[in-house]
Nanobody
Framework: QVQLVESGGGLVQAGGSLTLSCAASTTINRFNPMHWYRQRAGMQRDLVALITSRDRTTYSDAVKGRFTISRDNSKNTLYLQMNSLKPEDTAVYYC???????????WGQGTQVTVSS
């Protein structure tokens, strides 16, 4: 089965930046769209951003203007560049990919982002 592995999480001060990566075990050209979700402790998992195979992007209001989602098909990797981080951005961030051919959805294991004030 397809595997998605997130990395790049960690501790950062408010106002700082992190870049998350999601490495896929297969070509990501088939995935449309790809997403980043996040989940605060004890809360539901919410959409952060998505990107289509045509590089059209959508962001949640909470991160719009601060986060940038991108994909590098040559590296089979999805990215989330996070700038101007806030304590409320603290969450486990998950990569999600949807196979555009059969609509199968895949999830990564998550990576923890903690923003201190």
């Amino acid at each position: 089965q397809v595997q998605l592995v997130e990395s790049g999480g960690g501790l950062v001060q408010a106002g700082g930046s992190l870049t998350l990566s999601c490495a896929a075990s297969t070509t990501i050209n088939r995935f449309n769209p790809m997403h980043w979700y996040r989940q605060r402790a004890g809360m539901q998992r919410d959409l952060v951003a998505l990107i289509t195979s045509r590089d059209r992007t959508t962001y949640s209001d909470a991160v719009k203007g601060r986060f940038t989602i991108s994909r590098d098909n040559s590296k089979n990797t999805l990215y989330l560049q996070m700038n101007s981080l806030k304590p409320e951005d603290t969450a486990v961030y998950y990569c999600r990919a949807t196979d555009s051919d059969d609509l199968t959805t895949y999830w990564g294991q998550g990576t923890q982002v903690t923003v201190s004030s």
